[in-house]
């Protein structure tokens, strides 16, 4: 079993920068995939970015591309997410995710790709 706990959530103008933080705990964090996903009121739960273990490899859809920058620490079991630019629609609860699926050559960017969730943190963009 792995617990994961986001934080870094709050409130940020329209244009501002914010890292989330997720920590996990439990089993080992080695061979986990990680992606944060968001879910904004009244929305299906989106998929923001992933990241392998090795941090070799990651993968941003065009909605974060070039503004959102994923990261991990294994010696902290902790994965970051670097917010920059970010707009009045980035307003959303953040959750990551840890699976050890192998999903090649695709991403895993499903909900149901993923084994464990985080509670999440609530991000809100003011205009």
């Known amino acids: 079993q792995v617990q994961l706990v986001e934080s870094g959530g709050t409130l940020v103008q329209a244009g501002g920068s914010l890292r989330l933080s997720c920590a996990a705990s439990?089993?080992?964090?080695?061979?986990?995939?990680m992606g944060w996903f968001r879910q904004a009121p009244g929305k299906e739960r989106e998929f923001v970015t992933a990241?392998?273990?090795?941090?070799?490899?990651?993968y941003y859809p065009d909605s974060v591309k070039g503004r959102f920058t994923i990261s991990r620490d294994n010696a902290k079991n902790t994965v970051y997410l670097q917010m920059n630019s970010l707009k009045p629609e980035d307003t959303a609860v953040y959750y990551c995710?840890?699976?050890?699926?192998?999903?090649?050559?695709?991403?895993?960017?499903?909900?149901?790709?993923?084994?464990?969730w985080g509670q999440g943190t609530q991000v809100t963009v003011s205009s």
């Open positions: 990241i392998t273990w090795s941090g070799g490899f990651t």
């Open positions: 995710a840890a699976t050890t699926g192998q999903f090649s050559p695709r991403w895993p960017s499903h909900t149901y790709d993923y084994d464990y």
């Open positions: 439990g089993r080992t964090f080695v061979g986990y995939t």
